[in-house]
């Protein structure tokens, strides 16, 4: 469950639901490949922090600039080892204007395209400046020069240009006369932000399968207004141009006034039409992006789950799986050309565990069965309580194993009795016996609730929760799968087994 407070309360007789959804409309690579330099920064300043997002003013910070160098208690000296991204040397005249324009200049190895550039400055101090000259260029052909005007802490300037390679940013003016430029943050593109006021449905889905014959990819699509239709394809001013598989989209739902994350997506696809008034957004997990990459070092041998993963995904991912599965013993003869997805299922399925990639970007491996109960579903927020069913019924499990590089004959392992056997094939199998039974344990996990409710936002893969049956007879099931629907309010449709 994601962490909520204690007066967390999702199923309130009136409910006030919002929803934030941030679009990091920027392109997926400058900043890995932008080169930063200035005409002049402080020593303390370190260009390269301007591009990963991550640097954030320490506060009210005195310096020797007017009106900077306060003793109301409010004001600190700059700690130690600080540093600042972008401090610039020049200061502005009386008249708040420079001399010398602090300039700064981003070198990039590769072409890149957005919709504009986004500036943090410094905002305890009110270090920023007041109108800034943007010059785009390629290769030294200018592509488009503005100046823009600005009256606060984030400047967002939109200057549509595409396959650049150089951007000069020259700060002009100040505000207020005598001060420095101290920028935090320089973003390639623009971030859009969406509200209730501009989304008229979100669906999220997000869920695992129990017996892993699937890693599904968590899911945002959200329809938002579109009346400027800068988002239909046709438009020549419009934004496809600019719209980059990987551009990150962050989601939260408000629950009366407390915000639930619901993780960060990444945009896969966007569709309008000239007619309509809306437009639509769909993103995924990283996990959809893992189909576009194959994995092409099987060999024969074994190796433990957590070395698996590690070599299919690299030593970046972020793994949640405990020691005990962590350490179980898994194939490494992943046939040839298989897309990493499938690897990761393989492994994973083989380690006897279920996979998902979780709200945090975190690769889940977990087997989902029952623990305390974190939520109740009953007659008080589910809309009915018949949606109760089973599964097919299946007497046995046959899982076929084959080592293709060692180019040995298919072993099969069985699991229970009679002929309607559901089969599996995986070659990562190292336990014959304990996966079957495993299986088959999984498949006969047959009583199956899809309660419609009114929604809680905070509930997550793996969590267990009692659910109220129409005779009021309670039992404990994990959630497997769950759409969340806002279209001004908020519902759900919830997968759970026992």
Known sequence: MQPV?????????????????????EDVDAKDEATPSSNGAESISRLMDLLPGTAVSPGKIMTMEDNLMQTDGTWDILPDGATVPYWSTSLSDGSGNFAVPPTLTFDLSGPASS?????????????????????????????????????????????????????????????????????????FGIIQDFDANTIATATFQFGASVDCSAIPSRQLV???????????????????????????????????????????????VAQATDEALTAQITANDRIIGLDDELYEKGQSGTWTLREAVVDILGGEAVLDMSDEVAARTVGRCIPLETKKRE?????????????????????????????????????????????????????AVRVTVRDSFAGGKAVEYTAGTGANIRTYTNPCVVDGQAVADWLLATNRRRLQYTPPSRGNPALEVGDTMTIYNAFDEARSAVLTNQTLVFDGGLSADTEAVT
């Open 343 to 395: 690897a990761l299922r393989l492994v994973a399925q083989a380690a006897r565990c279920a996979c998902w990639v979780d709200r945090a970007g975190a690769y889940v491996f977990r087997d989902l069965v029952a623990g305390e109960p974190v939520d109740t579903l009953d007659g008080n927020n589910c809309t009915s309580l018949a949606s109760i069913g089973v599964t097919q019924y299946y007497s």
């Open 5 to 25: 407070s204690n007066t967390y309360n999702p199923y309130t007789d009136e409910r006030f639901v919002d929803i934030h959804i941030t679009f990091r409309l």
């Open 222 to 268: 959200f329809v938002f207004d579109n009346q400027d239709r800068k988002y239909n394809f046709l438009n020549p001013s419009g934004l496809y141009a600019y719209l980059q598989d990987g551009q990150a989209i962050d989601s939260s739902l408000i629950i009366n006034g407390e915000r639930v994350s619901m993780g960060r997506h990444y945009y896969t």
């Open 115 to 187: 919709i504009g550039f986004m500036m943090y400055f410094d905002d305890p101090a009110g270090c920023w400046p007041s109108l800034v000259r943007i010059t785009v260029s390629h290769d030294g052909t200018q592509l488009a020069r503005q100046e823009f005007s600005n009256d606060g802490p984030v400047l967002a300037a939109e200057l549509k240009v595409q396959e650049y390679n150089k951007v000069v940013v020259e700060f002009l003016r100040t505000p207020q006369p005598y001060r420095r430029i101290k920028l935090y943050r320089f973003i």
